[in-house]
């Protein structure tokens, strides 16, 4: 199996560089050198064919992007092989980030979430392309002259064509309310409007924050999350 590595990237306050120095052996292993290459030799986004690949050092690519700290964390054969943090969670306090360190998951949770209902329809226990309100147990998206011919789908909510509202929105700081996912599709007690279609499904391209959560399998439903039924028994 090839290897998988994930880089998670927030945006903070400081650009200084600084190994996770409790995950380091104080002995060189060949973990490390393997970190080392991967830290020494990060590839661009895109290649353009016949031409030199540029490579950069992660040092050298958060101070391009202005980025105080990073943390990684290199997946193999669906285990986390290794982890380390660059930089510092807080600089004030001059506090390194380390394994523990919280970094808001934001869109990130979106490639997991997509994988799992991509799962459910290869067993066959989700359609892509059926309406989504009959599998949508604690919230369901209100019909419209827009949802009359054209509904929103599983594969519209994964490809951001669903014709839905609220393309972002922001985190919750430590001590704030944290509304339900059922609240925020409502626009109740959180800062973004509600969940709504307002272009016909299927037509157009538009990015939609909350694509995911409104089709996951989330929970049991008593808490407040969205459900999708991955099958044809009714939910408790």
Known sequence: MKLLGIITVLLLTDTTLTPLASDRPTNATETDARVEKIMNGLLPAAVIKGQ???????????????????????????????????????????????????????????????????????????????DVNPRLVSWKVPDNEFTKTEKVTLRRLLSHTAGTTVPSLGG??????????????NGERTSNEPVRVDHVSGKEFRYFWRR?????????????QVLLRSDARPCA
Do not use: H
Not at 94 to 117: C, E, G, M, W, Y
Not at 176 to 181: F, G, I, L, S, V
């Open 52 to 130: 030199p690949i540029p490579r950069m050092t992660l040092a050298e690519r958060m101070k391009y992007y202005n980025v105080p700290e990073v943390s990684v964390a290199f997946f193999k054969n669906g285990r986390v092989d290794w982890a380390r943090g660059y930089g510092f969670a807080d600089r004030t306090m001059n506090k390194p980030v380390t394994a523990d360190t919280l970094f808001q998951a934001a869109s990130i949770s979106k490639s997991v979430t997509a994988f799992a209902a991509l799962r459910l329809v290869q067993q066959g226990k989700l359609s892509l392309d059926e």
């Open 172 to 185: 919750y700081k430590t001590g704030e309310y944290m509304p339900t996912t059922v609240q925020v599709l």
């Open 212 to 224: 995911l959560r409104d089709c996951a399998p989330i929970d049991d439903g008593r808490n407040g």
